[in-house]
């Protein structure tokens, strides 16, 4: 039981992970604005504001698989360690992954990885305390 559940927390990790860098890699020239200009906060805010809706749906999916109590937040906590590793190696070999980036367009990536982070662990835990169904 223990690790069907650890199982299928591992699945949907990496494929959070893989959905978010694949998006990325394809659409980041386009979505990603860099840091530096004073037009950054809009579209980071409204790339977050997506972030959090599809991190919302992919719980609710999750919670339809595993309807123990605590599934959401057990992705959150073992999604967020395991896409930050993931992630450190695609940063470091940014030329594969993220090869059509510029410089600032992935210091912007980082930027939104590191608040997208703090949604994949908060956002489970919110959920949890208003009982929501699912």
């Known amino acids: 039981?223990?690790?069907e559940k650890l199982g299928l927390t591992?699945?949907?990790s990496v494929l959070v992970?893989?959905?978010a860098t694949l998006f990325f890699a394809f659409f980041g020239g386009i979505v990603l604005v860099s840091p530096y200009r004073q037009s950054f906060?809009?579209?980071f805010l409204l790339l977050e504001a997506?972030?959090?809706i599809a991190l919302?749906?992919?719980f609710m999916l999750f919670r339809r698989l595993d309807p123990s109590p605590d599934?959401?937040?057990r992705l959150g906590m073992i999604g967020s360690a395991v896409g930050l590793i993931l992630d450190a190696f695609a940063i470091w070999n940014k030329d594969f992954f993220f090869a059509e980036l510029s410089d600032e367009q992935?210091?912007?990536f980082v930027i939104w990885m590191a608040f997208a982070y703090g949604l994949y662990l908060l956002l489970p835990m919110w959920m949890a305390k208003r009982k929501m169904p699912g």
């Open 41 to 43: 906060l809009l579209p």
């Open 17 to 19: 992970w893989l959905g």
């Open 71 to 73: 599934a959401a937040v």
């Open 50 to 52: 997506a972030t959090g």
């Open 10 to 12: 591992l699945l949907f």
């Open 56 to 58: 919302y749906a992919v």
């Open 1 to 3: 039981m223990f690790s």
């Open 106 to 108: 992935l210091f912007a």
